[in-house]
Nanobody, 121 residues
């Protein structure tokens, strides 16, 4: 299962961006989806996750109230709406998708290549 992020860019502090993550492949089902980020010199950290069906979400404390994660199961796509962006949100944002491939009944854990988000002060 391949995963591709899009929507990153350069924005001023206080601005907004919307990231998208699309999963593609042959005959698979998605369980959990999540966004992670990695700033220069820092470890990758969880930003937000959303469970199958979108019934449950969880956010890092640093983004609560500013970011919103959502998914469109019909399109195998996940979104991250980022509002009130701060310079400390600058990082490469990665999409993670977990599920099962029907033909093999094996689980998969796929990562995208990342999309850069830069917030200027």
């Amino acid at each position: 299962v391949q995963v591709v992020e899009s929507g990153g860019g350069l924005v001023q502090a206080g601005g907004s961006l919307r990231l998208s993550c699309a999963a593609s492949g042959s005959r698979f089902s998605i369980n959990d989806m999540g966004w992670y980020r990695q700033a220069p010199g820092k470890q990758r950290e969880l930003v937000a996750v959303i469970t199958s069906g979108g019934g449950s979400t969880n956010y890092a404390d640093s983004v609560k109230g500013r970011f919103a994660i959502s998914r469109d199961n019909a399109k195998n796509t996940m979104y991250l709406q980022m509002n009130s962006l701060k310079p400390e949100d600058t990082a490469v944002y990665y999409c993670n998708v977990r599920g099962v491939v029907h033909t093999t009944t094996r689980l998969f854990d796929s990562w995208g290549q990342g999309t850069q988000v830069t917030v200027s002060s």
